[in-house]
């Protein structure tokens, strides 16, 4: 082969495999620098026009936040969960140290003053219990990773459900797990210059299994969760958690384990009383789901 072909060949090479490689890629792929927290390397996206105004992404040691300006909260928080990190962490006592992100502009962020005496926890989304060093766990304790939430809620259910995902993963080796607050309805609270959401929702990936599925709470005194497929969570919510998988997947649902905490006195109910789906959300909260996401 001539030298001036082979010449043009190492040049020109290397961007061509670069082409093949972004057209490989999905077409509604997010832009990301934190694809070690997502399943199959891809960041979820946000299907609702409404939410994606002022968004930031932040990629910390052991999770990845997709902030919003808007409501001054994670619109998710990712990671990887796997069974050795878990056992490490389950070595290290918690040490609060709740502060302001500074990766975030200060017009975006929220501030501690925001939650001082508002009668909400600052709730985390990806976390403490789950982190396996000191600096990951100091992470966690940033705002950009919490949202305003009833301590019933904080305490009690939700409490269950994450350490359902972190008995998931010790069980299985590993769990991708995707958090997040949803705001339903015209009737959105604030707490100083914070949103608060009206439910909580946390999506669990089995790559085990194969399957996924995810958990949704409404932000209060509750003690009963709803357990629906992920395509179905993402209509409810305007967040696609899991678009690097295969919508079969995304569609299917899981059999989620059954939450159980012994934190603020919430004990689950049966699993005929628990266990919902979809269709068994009331006719005005599907209403007002339906209002959300028109554009």
């Avoid at 769990?175 to 959105?188: C, K, L, M, R």
């Avoid at 998988?245 to 009383?273: C, F, H, V, W, Y």
Wanted: proline letters at 6%; glycine letters at 6%; charged letters at 20%.
């Amino acid at each position: 082969m001539p030298y001036y072909v082979l010449l043009l060949m190492s040049r020109f090479l290397p961007l061509t495999l670069s082409l093949v490689a972004c057209l490989a890629m999905p077409t509604w792929a997010a832009a990301t620098q934190c694809s070690a927290h997502f399943a199959s390397g891809v960041a979820p996206t946000i299907t609702n026009p409404k939410l994606q105004a002022r968004t930031q992404e932040v990629c910390f040691e052991a999770f990845a936040v997709l902030h919003s300006g808007i409501s001054r909260t994670p619109l998710y928080s990712a990671e990887h969960l796997t069974r050795a990190n878990l056992v490490a962490a389950k070595t290290l006592s918690r040490k609060d140290s709740f502060h302001a992100e500074s990766a975030l502009p200060t017009q975006d962020r929220a501030e501690l003053r925001d939650y001082a005496r508002s009668g909400y926890d600052r709730g985390h989304m990806a976390p403490n219990a789950d982190f396996a060093t000191r600096s990951a766990q100091a992470e966690s304790f940033s705002l950009a990773n919490m949202v305003p939430q009833i301590h019933a809620n904080n305490a009690g259910v939700w409490a269950g459900i994450e350490k359902s995902a972190r008995q998931l993963a010790l069980n299985e080796g590993e769990v991708y797990v995707v958090s997040g607050p949803a705001f339903i309805g015209n009737d959105i609270q604030r707490i100083g210059n914070v949103l608060v959401p009206t439910h909580l929702w946390k999506v669990l990936y089995s790559p085990a299994q194969q399957r996924a599925g995810a958990y949704v709470i409404t932000n209060d005194d509750t003690r009963d969760y709803s357990s629906i497929s992920v395509s179905d969570l993402e209509k409810m919510i305007g967040v696609s958690a899991l678009p690097g998988l295969s919508q079969k997947i995304r569609d299917s649902g899981m059999a989620l384990p059954k939450p159980t905490s012994s934190r603020g006195g919430n004990k689950p109910k049966s699993p005929t009383e628990d266990e919902f789906t979809l269709r068994d959300l009331s006719r005005s909260i599907m209403d007002a789901i339906k209002r959300a996401l028109q554009p």
